[in-house]
């Protein structure tokens, strides 16, 4: 009886585990076709001159480059961080800075399924460069921390970044955040970075040089 009971939870656990991994590859398959879909958009608003003021909702409105996680890593930014907007990509918290200005602008991402686009967030580094795309300006941020914080703690992505709410900020920052570890909820991964230069699409329209180098 011990050895079928055995074998009874080792086959139960190894459908869980199957189902699991057949969740988040049809998530992510999902999830890139609609952030193909997002990123088109986005562009095509571009080259229209048709940019909002405001993104709405799950509307995208930004690309984040990160070349340490690959030469051509890029992702749309869509606006909020509701279960709908993530699924489209990673989502900018409303209420927190945009691209560029002086506070912290802060992005949430699914590190396993709906397109897993913060997979492999862990892997950055103090000084690698994470590159935000508008639709005129290059902005580039440089990693300056990482840490773990169980996942009801918000200051990671207060104007100051572990500040408080009264915090007045004079420094640009941009924060990335996900879950952890991988097929986790138990804690949150924070990234933090500082911009460290900003150009003009008029003067560099493929980008800073540090997009192809990664340096």
């Not at 890139?32 to 995208?60: H, M, N, T």
């Not at 002086?102 to 686009?117: D, E, L, M, T």
Request: charge should be negative.
């Amino acid at each position: 009886m011990v050895d079928v009971a055995l074998e009874l939870v080792l086959t139960a656990g190894v459908v869980c585990l199957l189902f699991v991994v057949y969740q988040t590859w049809m998530t992510n398959v999902a999830a890139d076709q609609r952030q193909d879909e997002v990123a088109e958009s986005v562009r095509g608003g571009w080259e229209q001159s048709a940019v909002p003021a405001a993104p709405d909702s799950g509307e995208g409105f930004a690309f984040v480059h990160i070349p340490e996680l690959g030469a051509t890593w890029s992702r749309a930014i869509v606006e909020g961080v509701d279960e709908d907007d993530l699924q489209a990509g990673p989502g900018h918290y409303p209420n927190s800075a945009m691209p560029g200005e002086i506070g912290n602008f802060a992005v949430a991402g699914h590190r396993n399924g709906q397109g897993s686009p913060f997979v492999d967030l862990d892997e950055l580094e103090v000084g690698d460069p994470v590159i935000i795309e508008t639709a005129d300006s290059w902005f580039v941020y440089r990693v300056t921390s990482n840490e773990i914080v169980p996942p009801s703690t918000a200051a990671a992505i207060r104007p100051v970044p572990g500040g408080t709410m009264d915090d007045q900020p004079t420094e640009a920052y941009l924060t990335l955040t996900t879950c952890h570890p991988e097929f986790s909820v138990r804690e949150r991964l924070i990234v933090h970075a500082l911009l460290d230069s900003s150009v003009s699409k008029v003067d560099q329209p493929r980008g800073p040089a540090i997009l192809a180098s990664g340096q």
